[in-house]
C-alpha cells in the first residue's frame, strides 16, 4: 500500500471525522485479504430467502454476494476468504474458485455458529499476519474502501469501523465516538431511550491480528458485543469513521426494495449493464428501470418508474408494474402490481391487485380479478382464489402488521387492526413454549378476547395458560414474580385501544433481547404447534387480589412492633386503586374510598405502577417526590441502599448521600441495579409503595405532611419535542463535548448550573422527552424550555 498526503502524516491534523475525510488524499493499492461473512439465513428476509442463503438473493440480474465481490476487486482486493454456514453449497456451486471473476475464494464452512469473530477467527491461517478488511456478504454498498483503509492506517488502529448514518437506529449497534473517530462505547440493538446518536456500526471492519488474538480459539464470539468491548477495557486503539459511499442493511423485504430503488436512482453505484436485456417496442418505459435479458413485455404494458423485471419475466398488455421487483415472475393482463416482490414462478392473473410491501413467494398464485393487501405475504406455492382478497399472510400464522414494543415494555394498538385475534394467538405460541403462562384482563369485553385468544395460543403451543383474576397489570406483574412462572400477560382497554403489558418471572418487564425475539418472530409469522395429545390447558388461578395485598402488607412493614392507628383516603375505582386499598387494609389502617383533606390521600395509576399522595393539609406530594421519600425511607430503615428509574430526580441521590448510602440507576448501574429493582417492588409498584410509606408513618406515628418536608425542595418539569428528523442525530448534537454522551443506559442526565435536564428519545414517535430539574418552578421551567428550543433549532438545521 502506498498512502500520498497533503503534507508528511507526521502534521495531519484531525480536528473531526469529516476534516480526516477532507485532508487526505489517498491512493490506495491493495495487498490485503478479505474475510467476507456469508453463512446468514435470512429469516426477515422469507418467502424471498426460502430455499437460499442470504446472500444469494438476487438483485438485477446475481446474486447480492456477486455485488460485494465487484466492490472489492474494484478497490483491487483479489484475494478473499468466505465463511459459510446455511446452504453452503448454494455459495460454492454459483461462485467455484473465484477465478471468472478475476478473484481466488476460499471457503470456511461452519458447522455450528461461531460468531462474527468466531467465524473469522478460524480464517487466521490464510489471512496471514497481515491487516485485512471484513464486510457482510449480505449487504448492500459502495462505500470507500481506500478512504477506509487511509484512516486505519493513520491511526494505527488495532481495529476500524465503518459506520453510517440511520435515522431509525434500533435495529443496528450504536457506536459513541470521540470528535477524532475514537470509539467510546457501543449499544447493540438499543431502545429508543438509548439512542444518543445516529452513527451505526455497518459490519465492515478493518482489523488487525493483535485484535484477534483476542478471540477464543473455539466457541462462539461477537465482535460487536464481546471482541470491541474487550478492547476497549484493555485501552487499545479502536476508532469509527463515517465513510462516504453507500450502505444499506438488507434486512427485511423493505430494504430490499429500498436497494433497489437506490441503484436505479443512482444513490449506490452497482454494475446494472451485466445482465441487462433490449427493451421491446411497444412498451411503455417509465424510468429509471431495470430489464433484464429473456423477459417478454407485451406491447401496452407499463413498467416502472423504480421497477426491476428479472430474467425469465413475464409482463402481459395492459399490466402496470411499478416499484416491484420480478424474479421470473408473470403479470397478466390488466393487473396492478405496485411496490412488491415476486419470486420465480409467481403469478398474478389478469385484473388483478398487489399492494404496497406484498410479496409473493416461489409458485404463489393470485387468481384473476384478486386482491393482495399491501404487506401480505404468500409462502410458496399459496393461492389466492379468483376474485378473492388476501388481507393476511398465508404462512404458518399470518399478520403483516409489525408490533413493537415501546419503551414501558408494552404491546399497544388498536382492537382489530394491530392487535387481533389472530395476533394474540400468534403471540401466545410463542410464549406457550415457556411452560405455564398467566394471563389477566380488564376494561371491556374487548380485552377479554385478546386474553383468551393468547390463552388459546399458549394452549396450541403446548402451554399451560393460567387465567386470573388479577385486575390490573401490577397485580399480574406480582402473580408471575411471586410463583416465579416464566411468563405473565395483561391485556388493558381503553376504548378501541389495547395495552398487552408482558412480565417475566422476576415480575419485571421482559428485556430488550426476548422483546425483539417475538417481534422478528410475529413479523416472520411464525408459531408454535404441538399434535392434539400434546395441547396444553386452559386453568383459572383465583385469590390474586387478596395474595397481591396481603403480600405488599408484610413485606413492606419496617418492624414487627404494632403500627399506631392510620387513617387514609384512597381514590374510588376498581384495578389498581381496588388493590390499593385491600393492600393498606390489610396493613391494618382504616381505609376511606374516596379523596378528602385531614387524613393522607392515594390514588394509583398507570396501571398500579404509579402514586400520587396528598398529605394532611391537601398539598399534593408528586410521585417524583414520592420517590425520593421512599429513598428516604430505605436509608434510614433498610439498606442503605435504593434503586431508581435512569429519569428518577438528582434529589434522591441526594438524600442517599446525606445518609451515607447509594443510589443505583437502571441502565447505569447495569445488573447490580436490576437485581435491587427485584428486591425494592416499593421502588416501583405503586400498592407497594403506598404500604412501605404508610409502614413508616405507623411505626412512628409521624405525619405525611411531616414526611414531606424531610426530603429536598425541588421541582420537575416535563416536555416533548417533535422532531422532523432523527432522534439520534438531535440527541447526538446535543451531546456533543458532553462526558454523558458515553454514559451507558436509558437516556442522558446532564447538570446545568444547579439543575438537572434529562433527555431520552421517545419511543413511539419522534420526539425527544425532556425532565427539567431544579430547586423551583421557574428554573426548572426555564431549563426546560432551554433544550426544548436547543432541540428544535438542532432539528431545523441541515
Request: proline content about 5%; charged content about 20%.
Amino acid at each position: 500500500m502506498t498512502i500520498n498526503t497533503a503534507k508528511p502524516s507526521a502534521q495531519v491534523f484531525f480536528p473531526t471525522s469529516k476534516a480526516i475525510l477532507r485532508n487526505i488524499i489517498v491512493k490506495v493499492v491493495f495487498p490485503m485479504k478479505a474475510v467476507i461473512l456469508a453463512g446468514g439465513e435470512g429469516s426477515r428476509l422469507r418467502p424471498l430467502t426460502l430455499g437460499r442463503p442470504k446472500p444469494m438473493t438476487p438483485l438485477f440480474g446475481k446474486p447480492v454476494l456477486g455485488h460485494i465481490l465487484d466492490l472489492l476487486r474494484r478497490h483491487g482486493i483479489r484475494e478473499a476468504a468466505v465463511t459459510l454456514g446455511y446452504l453452503p453449497a448454494a455459495v460454492t456451486d454459483f461462485f467455484g474458485d473465484g477465478s471468472q471473476l478475476g478473484m481466488k475464494l476460499t471457503y470456511f464452512v461452519e458447522k455450528e455458529p461461531l460468531g462474527t469473530a468466531g467465524g473469522v477467527k478460524k480464517c487466521m491461517d490464510y489471512l496471514g499476519e497481515e491487516d485485512f478488511l471484513v464486510l457482510s456478504g449480505d449487504g448492500v454498498c459502495d462505500l470507500d474502501l481506500g478512504q477506509f483503509m487511509a484512516l486505519h492506517q493513520s491511526r494505527r488502529s488495532a481495529a476500524s469501523l465503518a459506520l453510517a448514518r440511520r435515522q431509525e437506529p434500533l435495529e443496528y449497534g450504536l457506536v459513541r465516538t470521540d470528535s477524532s473517530g475514537r470509539v467510546l462505547g457501543f449499544v447493540e440493538k438499543p431502545g429508543w431511550g438509548e439512542v444518543d446518536t445516529e452513527l451505526v456500526n455497518t459490519g465492515v471492519y478493518l482489523l488487525s491480528h493483535r485484535a484477534m488474538e483476542l478471540v477464543p480459539d473455539d466457541g462462539e464470539y461477537d465482535f460487536g458485543k464481546e471482541l470491541f468491548p474487550r478492547l476497549l477495557e484493555r485501552g487499545e486503539a479502536l476508532y469509527g469513521w463515517e465513510i462516504p459511499g453507500y450502505w444499506q442493511d438488507m434486512g427485511d423485504c423493505g430494504a430490499y426494495l429500498d436497494c433497489a430503488a437506490d441503484a436505479l436512482a443512482g444513490k449506490v453505484a452497482l454494475d446494472l449493464e451485466e445482465g441487462q436485456g433490449p427493451i421491446p417496442e411497444g412498451v411503455e418505459i417509465r424510468k429509471p428501470c431495470w430489464i433484464g435479458r429473456r423477459t417478454f413485455l407485451a406491447r401496452g404494458c407499463t413498467v416502472g418508474p423504480y421497477a426491476v423485471i428479472g430474467e425469465g419475466s413475464t409482463v402481459e398488455t395492459g399490466a402496470v408494474v411499478e416499484r416491484s421487483v420480478l424474479l421470473g415472475a408473470s403479470v397478466g393482463e390488466g393487473a396492478e402490481v405496485t411496490g412488491a416482490i415476486l419470486c420465480q414462478n409467481a403469478a398474478v392473473h389478469s385484473r388483478a391487485m398487489v399492494g404496497p410491501g406484498a410479496v409473493l413467494g416461489e409458485g404463489a398464485t393470485v387468481g384473476a380479478e384478486a386482491i393482495v393487501a399491501p404487506g401480505v405475504k404468500l409462502w410458496p406455492g399459496r393461492r389466492v382464489a379468483e376474485g378473492g382478497k388476501a388481507t393476511a399472510s398465508q404462512v404458518t400464522a399470518g399478520q403483516p402488521a409489525s408490533l413493537r414494543f415501546s419503551a414501558g415494555g408494552a404491546l399497544q394498538g388498536t382492537v382489530g387492526e394491530e392487535l387481533t385475534p389472530e395476533t394474540m394467538v400468534a403471540l401466545g405460541s410463542l410464549l406457550g413454549e415457556k411452560g405455564q403462562v398467566a394471563l389477566g384482563w380488564a376494561g371491556g369485553a374487548a380485552a377479554g378476547m385478546l386474553g383468551r385468544a393468547l390463552g388459546c395460543g399458549v394452549a396450541a403451543a403446548g402451554g399451560q395458560a393460567l387465567v386470573s383474576d388479577a385486575p390490573c397489570p401490577s397485580a399480574a406483574a406480582w402473580l408471575g414474580r411471586y410463583y416465579r412462572l416464566p411468563v405473565s400477560l395483561f391485556v388493558q382497554q381503553d376504548g378501541d385501544i389495547a395495552q398487552v403489558r408482558l412480565f417475566g418471572g422476576d415480575g419485571l418487564s421482559i428485556d430488550r433481547p426476548w422483546q425483539r425475539k417475538l417481534e422478528g418472530a410475529l413479523l416472520r409469522g411464525e408459531s408454535s404447534r404441538v399434535p392434539a395429545g400434546r395441547v396444553g390447558r386452559l386453568e383459572t388461578v383465583a385469590g390474586v387480589r387478596s395474595g397481591y395485598g396481603e403480600d405488599a402488607a408484610r413485606r413492606c412493614r419496617l418492624s414487627q412492633l404494632p403500627l399506631h392507628p392510620i387513617e387514609v383516603w384512597v381514590e374510588r375505582g376498581e384495578g389498581a386503586n381496588a388493590m390499593l386499598a385491600s393492600a393498606l387494609v390489610a396493613l391494618g389502617c382504616k381505609v376511606y374510598r374516596g379523596m378528602g383533606r385531614g387524613i393522607p390521600a392515594f390514588s394509583a395509576d398507570w396501571g398500579g405502577f404509579r402514586l400520587t399522595a396528598w398529605d394532611e393539609e391537601g398539598n399534593r406530594l408528586s410521585p417524583d417526590q414520592l420517590l425520593v421519600l421512599l429513598t428516604r425511607i430505605e436509608m434510614e430503615n433498610g439498606t442503605g441502599r435504593a434503586v431508581a428509574p435512569a429519569w428518577a430526580p438528582t434529589a434522591a441521590e441526594t438524600v442517599a448521600l446525606s445518609f451515607g448510602g447509594s443510589l443505583l440507576r437502571l441502565g447505569r448501574d447495569g445488573e447490580a441495579a436490576r437485581q435491587l429493582w427485584r428486591e425494592q417492588p416499593w421502588m416501583w409498584d405503586a400498592v407497594f409503595a403506598a404500604c412501605r410509606i404508610c409502614a413508616r408513618m405507623g411505626l412512628t406515628g409521624q405525619t405525611l405532611s411531616h414526611l414531606g418536608r424531610s426530603i429536598p425542595r425541588f421541582a420537575t418539569v416535563r416536555g416533548e419535542v417533535s422532531l422532523r428528523s432523527g432522534r439520534g442525530r438531535v440527541m447526538g448534537r446535543i451531546l456533543e463535548g458532553s462526558e454523558e454522551a458515553s454514559t451507558p443506559g436509558e437516556g442522558a442526565r446532564l447538570q446545568i448550573g444547579d439543575g438537572w435536564v434529562y433527555l431520552a428519545p421517545m419511543s413511539s414517535r419522534s420526539a425527544l422527552r425532556i425532565i427539567a430539574e431544579a430547586s423551583d418552578m421557574e428554573t426548572a421551567q426555564e431549563l426546560c424550555g432551554i433544550f426544548r428550543d436547543r432541540a428544535k433549532r438542532i432539528d431545523g438545521e441541515k
